[in-house]
């Protein structure tokens, strides 16, 4: 079976300073990998998405950047945080048909002070 | 913009009423529709997916799809507190990236 792991579960960092998560999926090879961010109270939005290794694709203008090292490893970071990219971050996978659901992993609680 | 419309609510039932919760899409060309539970503090987790015009039905969840419409909807039967959480509407709209509904709460009160 496919599980998908985040790391860390929680961050605190202060303003400025730089960040890395890191996802990596396990059960599965060469799947849909996607970075989302929840707002307090608000809903999902979607950060970066990849259909294959070193191939992202940006959905918003942000300090934010992703890579993808390996087939099944989706890294997020930033060279300089700010107050506003305090969140929920979540990775998600899913299969190469338009058809198929995605599964998320735990995420990462980030707040930037 | 290709938007998921949803009622945040909160929706309130009695333990053991029906749930219903709504959700509109703006894409016809919209596929595949989804929904997604959320506890606070959790991700989202899977619980029904339905591509085609109609109803699809497993264990107490009942999800309904109006293409004409562009409505899809989910029943929850004989609901439980422990259905109380955020529910996501979700909808793969062209290629591989889904838009999420900003999710409507659900109380279930025992």
């Known amino acids: 079976s496919q599980t998908i792991h985040q790391w860390p579960a929680t961050l605190v960092q202060p303003v400025g300073s730089p960040l890395s998560l890191e996802c990596t999926v396990e059960g599965t090879s060469n799947p849909n990998l996607y970075w989302y961010r929840q707002a307090a109270g608000r809903g999902l939005q979607l950060l970066f998405y990849s259909v294959g290794i070193g191939q992202i694709s940006s959905e918003v203008p942000q300090n934010l950047s992703a890579s993808r090292p390996q087939d099944r490893q989706f890294i997020l970071s930033s060279k300089k945080l700010l107050l506003s990219d305090s969140g929920f971050y979540l990775c998600a996978w899913g299969g190469q048909s338009s058809y198929n659901e995605q599964f998320f992993g735990p995420g990462t609680r980030l707040t930037v002070l | 913009q290709k938007e998921v419309e949803q009622n945040s609510g909160p929706l309130s039932v009695p333990e053991g009423a029906i749930a219903s919760l709504n959700c509109t899409y703006s894409d016809r060309g919209s596929q595949s529709f989804f929904w997604y539970r959320q506890y606070s503090g959790k991700s989202p987790e899977l619980i029904m997916f339905i591509y085609s015009n109609g109803d699809k039905e497993d264990g107490r969840f009942t999800a309904q799809l109006n293409k004409a419409s562009q409505y899809v909807s989910l029943l929850i039967r004989d609901s439980q507190p422990s259905d109380s959480a955020t529910y996501l509407c979700?909808?793969?709209?062209?290629?591989?990236?889904?838009?999420f509904g900003a999710g409507t709460r659900l109380f279930v009160k025992a």
């Open positions: 979700a909808v793969i709209s062209g290629g591989f990236k889904t838009i």
